[in-house]
């Protein structure tokens, strides 16, 4: 059974720093596109982070050299390390795979193309 595991989330200051984690049960990371979600109350689940199994990884503009996504195989899980945070971060945030090797450019940000998600991590930052 494939499952997702986030954890790593909490409130923080704006400024301050926090690494998630997504622990991948059932499947290798490594050969699949997984990606980080976000969704803040009211607004659509967005797409913030993504890496394929190459090692390719893209993000969205709005986390552009604050974010880092990365994955550790041996550990079999995905990271997303959040410098710099913003009281706009604020959101639950949720770890995704999709049954590709490859983040479709098209599709990358679209949350229907993804198969499996976590149960979410909630995120505060405060001003």
């Known amino acids: 059974q494939v499952q997702l595991v986030e954890s790593g989330g909490g409130s923080v200051q704006a400024g301050g720093s926090l690494r998630l984690s997504c622990v991948a049960v059932?499947?290798?990371?490594?050969?699949?596109?997984m990606g980080w979600f976000r969704q803040a109350p009211g607004k659509e689940r967005e797409g913030v982070a993504t890496?394929?199994?190459?090692?390719?990884?893209s993000y969205t503009d709005s986390v552009k050299g604050r974010f880092t996504i990365s994955q550790d195989t041996a550990k079999n899980t995905l990271y997303l390390q959040m410098n710099s945070l913003k009281p706009e971060d604020t959101a639950m945030y949720y770890c995704?795979?999709?049954?590709?090797?490859?983040?479709?450019?098209?599709?990358?940000?679209?949350?229907?193309?993804?198969?499996?998600w976590g149960q979410g991590t909630q995120v505060t930052v405060s001003s």
């Open positions: 059932g499947y290798a990371i490594d050969n699949y596109c």
């Open positions: 890496i394929d199994s190459v090692g390719s990884s």
């Open positions: 995704a795979f999709v049954y590709r090797a490859r983040c479709d450019p098209r599709r990358r940000w679209e949350k229907w193309w993804y198969d499996i």
